[in-house]
């Protein structure tokens, strides 16, 4: 009789929570997105490559009504390399893609954990791919800070001003680059006593109509603690797009300081998203970048020429064709696989994305 007594209480016991846990949800969700490349730059290849469309993922979301208009929300996003199988965060991080927790309200949302950077999120809207001008230039915004370390961050609430969107965010510790000095996506990003890594960055965007804009800007206190001198970066982003219907057309301004040197680089581009059917969007693009090695002059200047195609066979697969020409000055180095000074690149893929 105890048995029973104690097995009904216990049951009993699960019914009352069963409404609270009917108040939030877990969904699992992700990308698988792989391609048949054919790349040159000093070398010619054919290969199988992971994430040029979007970056194959696999992750979790959580929310939860607390009531009063307040909800916690988090994600842990990892990336994978379909390729392969591998983990896309190496060896150093999991959850690569994001970890964070926060708390939603009518007064906005705070974020705590690694997300994407105020500077990054813009970028993207531009592409941050492999085959995107801003990740071939080597820019901050597609590259070191797409994403960002041990942050705070405070998203702007929707109902403040009708399409007026923005966040602000610090990092206590944003490891653009790893102590070394060298470009790390991967180093797991840790505090330092020196403050060294230290970053601040903010966006803001409007959308009215067929119009949008948005404008992003980043600083770090000193992303290179073993360079002497004071190594702080700067880098902003803005672009502007309206959509005609029969096109969208897209430009795009990115500038930022050279670590170490007195040179800037800049790209600027436009691109024409073009629907020739409801299911198919052609979109040509062209950016020029400059100051793409420390060398300087005209010597260092990039031009390149995309076309891409997508076609959507139902809401979550798509099949999409890319090509690249990466014209290169004397001293740059850019392309989608290396490529010596001076010497032109180009890739074409061929691929299937599927979401989850």
Same mark, same amino acid.
């Given at each position: 009789?105890? &048995? ?37 730059? %000093? ?11 979007? /970056?194959? &993922? ?6 939860? =009504? ?16 379909? +390729? ?17 927790? #926060? ?12 997300? =994407? ?15 995107? +001008? ?14 960002? +370390?041990?942050?705070? %961050? ?52 409007? /959308? ?12 770090? &206190? ?13 880098? #902003? ?61 005209? =010597? =260092? ?22 090509? +690249? ?16 000074? #001076? ?14």
């Amino acid at each position: 009789m105890n &048995r029973l007594s104690l097995t009904a209480a216990a049951l009993l016991g699960i019914a009352s929570i069963l409404p609270a846990a009917a108040q939030s949800s877990i969904t699992l969700y992700g990308v698988v997105d792989v391609s048949v490349e054919s790349v040159k730059g %000093t070398d010619t290849l054919t290969r199988i490559s992971s994430g040029n469309l979007n /970056t194959s &993922r696999l992750g979790f979301k959580g929310i939860e =009504d607390l009531g009063s208009g307040l909800t916690a929300k988090f994600v842990l996003e990892s990336a994978i390399s379909a +390729d392969t199988g591998a983990n896309g965060g190496g060896s150093a991080r999991f959850w690569d893609r994001a970890a964070w927790v #926060g708390l939603g309200s009518g007064f906005g949302e705070l974020r705590l954990g690694r997300i =994407d950077s105020a500077l990054g999120l813009t970028a993207d809207k531009i592409g941050t791919q492999a085959y995107d +001008d801003l990740r071939l230039a080597g820019t901050r915004a597609a590259n070191n800070y797409r994403r960002i +370390d041990n942050t705070v %961050t405070y998203i702007l609430p929707a109902s403040l001003f009708s399409g007026l969107t923005g966040q602000l965010q610090y990092s206590t510790g944003a490891v653009g680059y790893a102590s070394t000095g060298a470009v790390s996506a991967t180093t797991a990003g840790t505090e330092s006593t020196a403050k060294a890594g230290r970053a601040w960055s903010a966006n803001l965007g409007y /959308t009215v109509g067929p119009f949008a804009a948005e404008a992003a800007y980043l600083v770090s &206190r000193d992303e290179n603690s073993v360079q002497a001198g004071n190594q702080k970066a700067k880098a #902003g982003i803005v672009l502007a797009s309206w959509d005609f219907g029969v096109v969208k057309a897209t430009g795009y301004y990115s500038g930022e300081s050279q670590l170490g040197g007195a040179n800037r680089l800049a790209v600027w581009g436009l691109k024409f998203g073009i629907p020739v059917t409801p299911a198919f969007v052609l979109t040509p693009g062209y950016s020029r970048s400059t100051g793409t090695t420390l060398a300087g002059g005209d =010597d =260092d200047k990039v031009n390149i020429f995309s076309l891409k195609g997508v076609y959507s066979v139902s809401k979550r697969t798509a099949i999409y064709v890319w090509f +690249d020409h990466i014209s290169n000055g004397d001293a740059a180095t850019k392309g989608i696989v290396t490529t010596a000074a #001076g010497e032109n690149g180009r890739g074409l893929a061929l691929g299937v994305r599927h979401a989850f």
